[in-house]
T-cell receptor, first 114, second 115 residues
Framework: NAGVTQTPKFQVLKTGQSMTLQCAQD?????MYWYRQDPGMGLRLIYY???????DKGEVPNGYNVSRLNKREFSLRLESAAPSQTSVYFC?????????????FGPGTRLTVL | AQSVTQLDSHVSVSEGTPVLLRCNYS??????LFWYVQHPNKGLQLLLK??????LVKGINGFEAEFKKSETSFHLTKPSAHMSDAAEYFC?????????????FGIGTKLQVIP
């Protein structure tokens, strides 16, 4: 039982390049999330998916797109990377969207945009 | 509306002494509260969770937290710090918001443990 996995662990991009961050969970959870972590700002929600086939914007969605490929997988795409997107990205999952449900986090992807 | 304030950005303790990491929250309903720990270059690991059952919550690695509604606090404590406790700790409040789970993270408290 690997929990939540993310690939890649590290990535360096040039401004304007695109890339997709991959996330998968093996806990049979319905809901999945993408966050970014910046120093002094905690974690901020980019997008979330309540269940397979649905996605919604979070606090900071600009410059990102997501795909809920199936129940296990939730990817985050940067179409044209900007230096402001340099951050650590975390994927998380929970059983449902109920606010009492615990979110379980992946190990993160450290992205640098030059 | 909800918010969470971690009162100390850095805490330094000696090994074997008690740990206190302070967290205050604001919420217009009865929230769920969590503490997560993040070791350097690692993901977030759940330490403990409060969801309106017992007000004193016990977590992993000897940590515990007490929910005090009157003080809107959820402070994290440990009787005796270990070197392996050096990490960043996040207090998190979760509540309903329209159709989804609104989760608000504190900015984190870095715990340094001195040998």
């Amino acid at each position: 039982n690997a929990g939540v996995t993310q690939t890649p662990k590290f990535q360096v991009l040039k401004t304007g390049q695109s890339m997709t961050l991959q996330c998968a969970q093996d806990m049979n959870h319905n809901s999945m999330y993408w966050y970014r972590q910046d120093p002094g700002m905690g974690l901020r929600l980019i997008y979330y998916s309540a269940s397979e086939g649905t996605t919604d914007k979070g606090e900071v969605p600009n410059g990102y797109n997501v795909s809920r490929l199936n129940k296990r997988e939730f990817s985050l795409r940067l179409e044209s990377a900007a230096p402001s997107q340099t951050s650590v990205y975390f994927c998380a999952s929970s059983e449902t969207l109920a606010y009492t449900d615990t979110q379980y986090f992946g190990p993160g992807t450290r992205l640098t945009v030059l | 509306a909800q918010s969470v304030t971690q009162l100390d950005s850095h805490v330094s303790v000696s090994e074997g002494t008690p740990v206190l990491l302070r967290c205050n929250y604001s919420s217009s309903y009865s929230p769920s509260l969590f503490w997560y720990v993040q070791h350097p270059n690692k993901g977030l690991q759940l330490l403990l969770k409060y969801t309106s059952a017992a007000t004193l919550v016990k977590g992993i690695n000897g940590f515990e937290a007490e929910f005090k509604k009157s003080e809107t606090s959820f402070h994290l404590t440990k009787p005796s710090a270990h070197m392996s406790d050096a990490a960043e700790y996040f207090c998190v409040v979760s509540g309903p918001s329209g159709g989804y789970q609104k989760v608000t993270f504190g900015i984190g408290t870095k715990l340094q443990v001195i040998p």
